[in-house]
T-cell receptor, first 112, second 115 residues
Framework: QQQVKQSPQSLIVQKGGISIINCAYENTAFDYFPWYQQFPGKGPALLIAIRPDVSEKKEGRFTISFNKSAKQFSLHIMDSQPGDSATYFCAASKWGDDKIIFGKGTRLHILP | DAGVIQSPRHEVTEMGQEVTLRCKPISGHDYLFWYRQTMMRGLELLIYFNNNVPIDDSGMPEDRFSAKMPNASFSTLKIQPSEPRDSAVYFC?????????????FGSGTRLTVV
């Protein structure tokens, strides 16, 4: 019940296209859903996060969509650029908890 | 702020040797986490501390692994004896769960190769 399932494992998108990464969770107590971005040779870094009081959050080209009833959330990268090539991790936790549960990651490659 | 600082960045050691990884968290962060990353398993939480006290070490794979946090500005992860299957990137992360920021700040990792 603590798992966060992420798909796909890897994704190749043409420059200018939309990249979509999906995640599903089981624990209905989770109420905080961050996404982390990791470039080669670096640690993951917080990219964007959402609380379930809204169904969507947008920051620049990055959008989180949240479906509470389906227990799913997704990251959309609009107008994908080669610089977006990285590994993306979705995560979930209960706000106030000290542990964040990570998905297994998606390796995204944007073709120039 | 220099962020979370890990050393060394790369470590190559022979099987059976002791390995010590080091981490300096962000000043003021009261949580420290040790993760291991591999292609097969993704990010695995090994152990975490709150105010220098170990809270959950259920992710530590075996007795060969140990971690300490003697003070708020320093932590170590030790593997003794090391084995080839310990080869991975080890990350340290620190956190302060405030209202303005809720999440982890990761270091750049230590790439460990055991031959």
């Amino acid at each position: 019940q603590q798992q966060v399932k992420q798909s796909p494992q890897s994704l190749i998108v043409q420059k200018g296209g939309i990249s979509i990464i999906n995640c599903a969770y089981e624990n209905t107590a989770f109420d905080y859903f961050p996404w982390y971005q990791q470039f080669p040779g670096k640690g993951p870094a917080l990219l964007i996060a959402i609380r379930p009081d809204v169904s969507e959050k947008k920051e620049g080209r990055f959008t989180i969509s949240f479906n509470k009833s389906a227990k799913q959330f997704s990251l959309h990268i609009m107008d994908s650029q080669p610089g977006d090539s990285a590994t993306y991790f979705c995560a979930a936790s209960k706000w106030g908890d000290d542990k964040i549960i990570f998905g297994k990651g998606t390796r995204l490659h944007i073709l120039p | 702020d220099a962020g979370v600082i890990q050393s060394p960045r790369h470590e190559v050691t022979e099987m059976g040797q002791e390995v010590t990884l080091r981490c300096k968290p962000i000043s003021g962060h009261d949580y420290l986490f040790w993760y291991r990353q591999t292609m097969m398993r993704g990010l695995e939480l090994l152990i975490y501390f709150n105010n220098n006290v170990p809270i959950d070490d259920s992710g530590m794979p075996e007795d060969r692994f140990s971690a300490k946090m003697p003070n708020a500005s320093f932590s170590t992860l030790k593997i003794q004896p090391s084995e080839p299957r310990d080869s991975a990137v080890y990350f340290c992360a620190s956190s302060f769960f405030g209202t303005e920021f809720y999440g982890y700040t990761f270091g750049s990792g230590t790439r460990l190769t055991v031959v």
